[in-house]
């Protein structure tokens, strides 16, 4: 291989890099909330529908509280998350998983569902 195409390729495959990097680290904060309603609606991740009336989510259940006005329940949004993490904290015999305590999500999609559901 030439060197020409060498440089070529390893500058392509750093600007790849830089890509990623950049995604990663600098989430917009609509994206987060796109990528955490994503998440809150996904049966096979959170699947909150199952159980919570989500404004535009389609067919809800009705075994917890609707997620609305969450900035009034919890002002503190880490108690949200907390709450997302393990319900069983708040309440042992709780039909809600805890999310985080039993890796259903990992840590950082908590966080995106914890952006998306606290501005409902
Ligand atoms: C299997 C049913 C079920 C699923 C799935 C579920 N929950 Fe829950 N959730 C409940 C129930 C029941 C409660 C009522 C409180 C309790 O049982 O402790 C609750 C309570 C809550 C609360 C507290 C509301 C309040 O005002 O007290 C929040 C916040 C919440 N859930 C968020 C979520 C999120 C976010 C998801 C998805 C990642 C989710 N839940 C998935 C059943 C569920």
Redesign the pocket.
């Known amino acids: 291989m030439s060197r020409f195409v060498t440089a070529a390729l390893a500058g392509v495959i750093l600007s790849l890099a830089g890509g990623l990097l950049a995604t990663g680290t600098a989430m917009g904060a609509d994206d987060a909330m796109a990528k955490g309603r994503e998440l ?1 609606f996904d049966r096979k991740k ?3 529908l ?3 009336m989500i404004a535009d989510g389609d067919l809800p ?1 009705n ?3 609707p ?1 609305i006005a ?1 900035k009034a ?2 002002p503190d949004k880490a108690a ?1 998350r907390a ?2 993490w393990d ?1 069983t904290v ?2 042992p015999r ?4 805890p ?1 985080g305590k039993h890796g259903i ?1 990992s840590d950082e999609e908590i966080d995106l ?1 914890t952006e998306y ?1 606290y501005s409902l």
């Open positions: 809150a959170g699947n909150c199952a159980c919570h259940g075994l917890g509280p997620l969450m329940r919890y949200l709450q997302i319900s708040s309440n709780t039909t809600m998983p999310f999500l569902v559901i």
